[in-house]
């Protein structure tokens, strides 16, 4: 789902004219423009595509940012993480393909407005099945998030590393990144005699835990099971983090709410929880006051997912799922305000 325009072509899958265009129009930059198909594989805040060498068979990953949501400097800084994690960290994470002048963002004029568009090596693998979701996934995730953690909390991150941030007031305040809540579809004013004293709690918890270095720094901010791709199996399998493109300044244990996007309310999250934390103390110390706050960033998720619904709506079809996530987010809220707050249960 994103804001531009699409079509769908006579095999039913949907493209963006003008993104393939821009895609086409930076593979010039490097050095098979003219012997290259293009393939769409994602549509979200970006168009990605996946660019098959007509003559070699090489595939690689393209990836064309959205009008409007990242500056180059800040794709630029999201790549400086990209290759300090490569170099000094333990994580696999995408390898970047420069163009042939030896840059990594190649800008492309469309009609005077800039597009950035970033070339990326192909990754092996398949993302975990999130409907066969098991307790080691969560395990295995949460032992990541920690490596990744240790690496951006001691990093020393370049002069000019500007990302967005993801506290409260680009949240869910009066600067929402991805806009308001409110206008989702699905919320009236039965929900949101729910869902405002739910928020109310959140922003008092959250203000309560702080914003210190200890508790807030740079984040994935998308680390999902559908952000990690497995090639291989058990004990061998190769683990690369994927889509770093919503990193930023946010709450560590924020990274949590998003290992369950789209699914808060499922029954099995207590349990996943643990998991997780389970998997994040192998690698990195968790105090108990993070471990209980992370209900919270469950629900500032699931806040910040209704907010992109509404703002990102472009068919029945997304219009359909806001209210039924509306309503699951109003159970959720209730759960959240009946609780301590370190459950949702």
């Not at 001691?154 to 600067?175: E, V």
């Not at 105090?287 to 509404?310: C, I, N, T």
Request: overall charge negative; aromatic content about 10%.
């Amino acid at each position: 789902m994103g804001d531009e325009g699409f079509v769908v072509d006579e095999t039913g899958d949907p493209f963006v004219a003008d993104d393939v265009a821009v895609a086409r129009a930076a593979l010039s930059e490097y050095d098979h423009p003219a012997r290259a198909t293009l393939r769409l594989l994602n549509l979200s805040e970006n168009a990605t595509y996946e660019v098959v060498d007509d003559h070699t068979g090489v595939r690689s990953i393209l990836r064309v940012h959205r009008k409007g949501y990242h500056s180059r400097p800040e794709i630029e800084s999201e790549l400086d993480w990209l290759d300090a994690l490569r170099r000094d960290g333990d994580v696999t994470v995408p390898v970047v393909r420069p163009a042939r002048g030896g840059g990594r963002v190649v800008t492309v004029d469309q009609d005077g407005t800039p597009r950035y568009v970033v070339h990326f090596e192909m990754v092996s693998g398949a993302e975990p099945d999130e409907k066969a979701l098991t307790v080691s996934d969560f395990h295995t995730l949460g032992r990541i998030t920690a490596a990744l953690h240790d690496h951006s909390t001691t990093w020393t991150r370049p002069q000019g590393f500007r990302r967005f941030s993801w506290d409260w007031q680009h949240s869910l305040g009066d600067r929402p990144r991805w806009g308001r809540w409110e206008d989702a579809t699905g919320v009236g004013e039965s929900e949101r005699r729910v869902l405002d004293p739910a928020r109310d709690l959140l922003r008092r918890r959250l203000e309560e835990y702080g914003t210190g270095p200890e508790v807030f720094g740079l984040v994935h901010a998308d680390l999902r099971l559908a952000n990690l791709l497995v090639d291989g199996s058990a004990a061998a399998a190769k683990i690369t983090v994927i889509d770093f493109d919503d990193c930023g300044l946010g709450w560590h244990f924020y990274d949590f709410g998003t290992a369950v996007s789209f699914f808060e309310d499922d029954p099995a999250v207590p349990e996943w929880q643990d998991a997780w934390a389970a998997g994040y103390r192998t690698r990195r110390p968790m105090a108990a006051s993070d471990e209980a706050m992370l209900p919270s960033f469950v629900l500032l998720r699931r806040f910040l997912l209704l907010a992109w619904m509404g703002s990102h709506s472009h068919s029945r079809e997304s219009q359909a799922m806001s209210i039924t996530y509306a309503k699951g987010s109003c159970e959720l809220a209730e759960r959240y305000l009946g609780s301590d707050g370190r459950r949702l249960a």
